[in-house]
């Protein structure tokens, strides 16, 4: 054989045996598909007394400059979700207010509520909700003056990108984004994830994100640190931080689409992570009713792509009173936490971000503390294969024992 062919030959094989890692994830992708529609088909319904929405925070329209996304493909993708809700928050422009000429208000049945995401002189970043024609000048503000500003006209306050925030000292904002999509995705080795797509995109598009998802941890430390500094509530919220702009596109000079592929479409981005609301029986899901609940911290965040968390419950109970997360409770002799799931999970009990109870294979658990602390609860699927059981499915927020 000539020299040229045993080198083209070895060529072939040195390629073909790259590919192995990449076919060989596609296999467990389809281990994980199948084991995800088991544990779905084990879910068990919750009656409780409160009413719960899902929807996705942090999403981006063409209004902000960084997305072609337009309004039709976000209400479709939010109606085809089966969501309750989407929060906007669109960068701001020095030209036009882009929180007032976003979506806001129900439409195709979800309702939308105007937001900015706006960067201050610390060069911190917030979504604010709702936004209005100041998000333009946030640059040249200190991050306590934006807060306070926005604060003045009753909106809420949320930390974006806690890995980067530099103001924790800062008083007033409600919470803290713990987990973003895009935050997460920049971990991601380009050349591994193209061959993961060359085979995995046709069959599992949506569990190519089981590829590079891992638990939030410097975000939650920074979370619990803080709120066991500032001695305060403060929310945990989780971002989509959706743009529907990452993929190739071969377009013709009216915008059209001719040839393209796009990764992070707005309906596979409202399907990895979500916020689900609980508010009183009786009221109406409305902008006010969703943020009073988002304030108050009486939501919690589920990695659906994974199994579908609604039905998730966590409540401390002392002699006298039930609270659910996100509420303070009194200390007397002893405080019950309840934790109740649709789905036999691994329960995982926080105090001031400390792990002090591990439970397994359970839907129900109590758990009695007798000490002051933040406790808030980590839900794990470890009837699910590889990477994905190590991860969290639930996070929630936290019971103030006072």
């Known amino acids: 054989m000539k020299t040229w062919k045993k080198l083209l030959l070895l060529l072939l094989v040195l390629i073909l045996l790259s590919q192995i890692p990449f076919a060989y994830r596609r296999y467990k992708l389809g281990r994980l598909n199948a084991a995800i529609q088991q544990t779905n088909s084990q879910r068990v319904a919750i009656q409780g007394d409160v009413l719960e ?6 999403v981006h329209s063409f209004l ?43 439409h195709a049945g979800v309702l939308f509520i105007n937001g900015n995401e706006v960067s201050t002189a610390q060069a911190d970043r917030l979504l604010v909700i709702p936004g209005n024609g100041s998000a333009a000048d946030t640059h040249q503000h200190s991050t306590q003056q934006v807060v306070t500003q926005a604060k003045v006209r009753n909106a809420t306050v949320f930390v974006a990108y806690p890995e980067e ?38 069959s599992y598009p949506d569990l190519l994100f089981a ?35 990452v993929g190739l596109a071969l377009n013709d000079t009216s915008g059209n689409t001719l040839l393209g592929l796009k990764l992070d479409p707005y309906e596979r981005s409202f399907r990895l992570v979500r916020v689900h609301v609980l508010i009183p029986n009786g009221s109406v899901l409305d902008a006010e009713t ?28 002392n002699a006298n009173e039930t609270r659910i997360q996100g509420d303070e409770i009194k200390l007397e002799s002893e405080i019950r936490l309840n934790v109740t799931a649709p789905i036999s999970s691994r329960i995982v009990l926080l105090r001031d971000g400390n792990v002090i109870q591990i439970e397994s294979g359970l839907t129900r658990k109590e758990f009695t503390v007798t000490e002051r602390g933040s406790y808030r609860v980590e839900l794990y699927l470890p009837q699910l294969p590889g990477s994905v059981s190590e991860q969290p499915w639930i996070l929630s927020n936290p019971i103030y024992v006072r």
């Not at 479709?76 to 806001?104: C, R």
């Not at 009073?292 to 966590?314: K, P």
């Open 165 to 202: 925030f530099k103001s924790w000292e800062s008083t007033d904002y409600d919470g803290v984004e713990v987990y973003n999509v895009y935050t997460n995705a920049r971990e991601i080795n380009s050349i591994v994830m193209f061959f993961d797509g060359l085979w995995s995109y046709r």
């Open 64 to 106: 902000g400059g960084h997305s072609t996304g337009n309004f039709d493909e976000i209400i479709a993708a939010a109606k085809s979700n089966q969501l309750d809700f989407v929060v906007m928050t669109e960068h701001p422009s020095t030209n036009f207010s882009t929180a007032e000429m976003t979506l806001q208000g129900v």
């Open 211 to 245: 590829t590079f998802y891992k638990r939030p941890a410097e975000s939650l430390r920074r979370w619990d640190s803080a709120i066991a500094i500032r001695k305060q509530r403060l929310v945990a919220v989780a971002g989509n931080d959706a743009h529907a702009n």
């Open 290 to 317: 969703l943020r009073g609940a988002l304030a108050a911290g009486h939501c919690f965040i589920g990695f659906d792509l994974f199994s579908d968390s609604s039905g998730f419950r966590f409540t401390g109970a």
């Open 53 to 58: 929405y899902r929807g996705a925070m942090h």
